[in-house]
């Protein structure tokens, strides 16, 4: 089946020097804080055997407000900028050399609901289906569902989940993820 094909090309998905992306040889279901949006802060993201995979670093400044994804070396993997997110439809995700490799897009499907897709820089767009507000939805590519997103995985109430099929661009996907976080809760926490 198609499922297992990453959503982008091996030689433009890696933003690590060393052209291996951390998290792909790692479990591929992670654990999130829902308060990540929160600029200024920062969290480590765990993989399900509990082990810190990636960093998400807010960094606040003024004009500036980006949330950064980092490897645990702390080299940037992804950044988002972040400013004006109340006002924006779209914020665009950045590689580490600075190229654009995605933009989430936000579009008005009715006065209670916004509809997201992403972008990838190589031409394919994802569908964000069900409810980011609430992280309860699913990232579906051409071949079917590339990451589940869900809060029922977990006791706690400030946690939720990111389940990446096999193969696809784990960080790349990870920094969508908070994008639309950010997008859906207005750049504040949750």
Known sequence: MDDDKPVTSSSSDSADPGGEDPTRSR??????????????????ILNADGEHVLRISGIELAERDTIVVEDLAGRTLFRVPAHHVRKTDRLTIYDAKGTETGVVHRSLASPLRDRFSIELSNGISLEVKGSPASYEFSIVGPSGIVAAI??????????????????QPDALLIASVVALDLMSHGGTPS
Do not use: H, Q
Request: no cysteine; hydrophobic share 30%; glycine share 8%.
């Open 27 to 44: 479990s591929n279901r992670y654990r999130m804080t829902s308060d990540l949006a929160a600029l200024g802060t920062d969290f480590l």
């Open 150 to 167: 869900s809060r029922k995985w977990f006791r706690t109430t400030n946690s939720y989940g990111i389940e990446t099929t096999p193969g």
